[in-house]
């Protein structure tokens, strides 16, 4: 069994026995891996506190294609990231983002799922306050880009037409996966749809930009623009909506916030 070492970031851990644990981890090298770390509870763990939820080091891991479950050799912590644990907006944040990872990355290298990864994380820890939420949606819509579900929104998802709307809203269709012009609408009206007022169809261009300045949402807006991420994942996750992503659903209602704070 080869020994893989790669960057790696821990998504989640789970108490496998008294003694050890197993955690899933994104990797540079592997992509999403779940691996056992054989003593990782015990005082003296050659872990230490390396594998703490969202920190970013080496993984060495023994590794096999037909394995679901490999074994963790080490993990040498290069980032804690314990800044986000010290704010609920941040951390709620990137355990959405982590989860997002966990359940639509593929176990096969994905070098730019892990870099947009990790960019998201630094930028939660890197951003103002008032840009926490801002920030967030951007690494989830950039994650879902590079995971092959960016949105469109400067064309017609369906023929292609450029959108160039005046004074009235544009329409985005979760399902088809972006947004559409009004020929397509008059033809095939979408089943569901949301209607964008123009600023928020501007600050959702902006927000899958990575190189666009960060748009500034208030809460009504910040609350619009993660109802909507959300549903567009659970969408394209599974649009049968069954599918459990607590981690999502905790950051888009700010379940920790008041319900004036959340709305």
């Known amino acids: 069994m080869p020994l893989v070492v790669t960057p790696a970031v821990v998504l989640r851990t789970y108490r496998y026995s008294e003694t050890s644990k197993v955690v899933r981890l994104a990797t540079r090298e592997l992509g999403v891996q779940s691996a056992i770390a054989k003593g990782a509870l015990r005082p003296k763990s050659r872990f230490g506190a390396g594998l703490e939820l969202l920190s970013e080091g ?11 479950l490999q074994t963790l050799a080490a993990f040498d912590a290069e980032q804690l990231r314990r800044e986000l644990a010290a704010d609920l907006d ?31 994380l630094d ?5 103002a306050l008032a840009d926490v939420d801002a920030a967030a949606l951007r690494a989830l819509w950039r994650l879902l880009g590079v995971l092959g579900f960016a949105p469109a929104l400067g064309h017609c998802v369906r023929d292609g037409a450029a959108i160039e709307p005046d ?40 927000l899958v930009d990575a190189q666009a300045v960060l748009p500034r949402l208030d809460g009504l807006h910040a609350a619009a623009h993660r109802r909507l991420a959300s549903r567009f994942i659970r969408h394209h996750l599974d649009d049968s909506g069954t599918t459990a992503l607590p981690a999502l659903e905790f950051w888009e209602r700010r379940a920790w916030a008041s319900p004036s704070a959340a709305s």
Do not use: N
């Not at 080496?58 to 679901?68: C, F, G, K, M, P």
């Not at 930028?123 to 951003?127: C, T």
């Open 58 to 68: 080496v993984a060495q891991l023994y590794h096999r294609d037909s394995r679901e």
């Open 167 to 206: 004074a009235t809203p544009v329409l985005f269709s979760t399902a088809d996966g972006g947004v559409l012009c009004d020929a397509c609408v008059r033809t095939q009206p979408p089943a569901s749809s949301t209607r964008l007022p123009l600023q928020a169809w501007h600050d959702l261009r902006a």
């Open 123 to 127: 930028a939660l820890v890197g951003a």
């Open 90 to 120: 941040r951390f709620a944040a990137a355990a959405a983002l982590a989860e997002l990872m966990v359940r639509m990355a593929p176990p096969a290298p994905l070098p730019a799922a892990y870099d947009t990864l990790t960019a998201g």
